[in-house]
T-cell receptor
Framework: GENVEQHPSTLSVQEGDSAVIKCTYS??????FPWYKQELGKRPQLIID?????GEKKDQRIAVTLNKTAKHFSLHITETQPEDSAVYFC?????????????FGKGTMLLVSP | NAGVMQNPRHLVRRRGQEARLRCSPM?????VYWYRQLPEEGLKFMVY????????ESGMPKERFSAEFPKEGPSILRIQQVVRGDSAAYFC??????????FGPGTRLTVT
């Protein structure tokens, strides 16, 4: 099955700095990679996703890059703000397969200090 | 369009009792997934259901746990004879055929 590794487990940055979270996956057939943000005591929320037919996707201050050859993908947050503080989870899935599910990384706790 | 609904939001059970967790998917979503999250840990897949069918239950313990998604009504995750180790947040997610999963607010189960 799929195995997703996520690093670092915790990340502290100053407001305005950039933050990068990296994930690797094991199943080369996986082709859908979402990122979720979970604030304390709340539900995970989908913030961005990427499919394997593209190498990069950007949405305002967040971007995701995918390297299919190396089987890794990364979340980039620029100009971080205190409200970005949360736990971020990456995941991998084989899309359009009725018998596949999301495999999550263990999460990265991001702390943005003002 | 209401989001994924879960109830109850908090559930306290004594050891040995049964816990029933409910999940109503978003309108138009026919796929439901259940995950367990222990404190300061990631999301562990438990079971994936479509209407009236269990598609993948590889993450669910073989004993005491069961799940259903009937033709009418919410999906139910049932835990019989709860133990302290069952204390966790249980999240349900639903998805349309395009596969993006949207999470409910979770049920926080505490076993005393």
């Amino acid at each position: 099955g799929e195995n997703v590794e996520q690093h670092p487990s915790t990340l502290s940055v100053q407001e305005g700095d950039s933050a990068v979270i990296k994930c690797t996956y094991s199943d080369s057939a996986s082709n859908y990679f979402p990122w979720y943000k979970q604030e304390l005591g709340k539900r995970p929320q989908l913030i961005i996703d990427i499919r394997s037919n593209v190498g990069e996707k950007k949405d305002q201050r967040i971007a995701v890059t995918l390297n299919k050859t190396a089987k890794h993908f990364s979340l980039h947050i620029t100009e971080t703000q205190p409200e970005d503080s949360a736990v971020y989870f990456c995941a991998a899935k084989l899309m359009n397969s009725g018998y596949s599910t999301l495999t999550f990384g263990k999460g990265t706790m991001l702390l943005v200090s003002p | 369009n209401a989001g994924v609904m879960q109830n109850p939001r908090h559930l306290v059970r004594r050891r040995g009792q049964e816990a029933r967790l409910r999940c109503s998917p978003m309108k138009g979503h026919s796929h439901v997934y259940w995950y367990r999250q222990l404190p300061e840990e990631g999301l562990k897949f438990m079971v994936y259901l479509q209407k009236e069918n269990i598609i993948d239950e590889s993450g669910m313990p073989k004993e005491r746990f069961s799940a259903e998604f009937p033709k009418e009504g919410p999906s139910i995750l049932r835990i019989q004879q709860v133990v302290r180790g069952d204390s966790a947040a249980y999240f349900c997610a639903s998805s349309p055929p395009s596969n993006e999963q949207y999470f409910g607010p979770g049920t926080r189960l505490t076993v005393t």
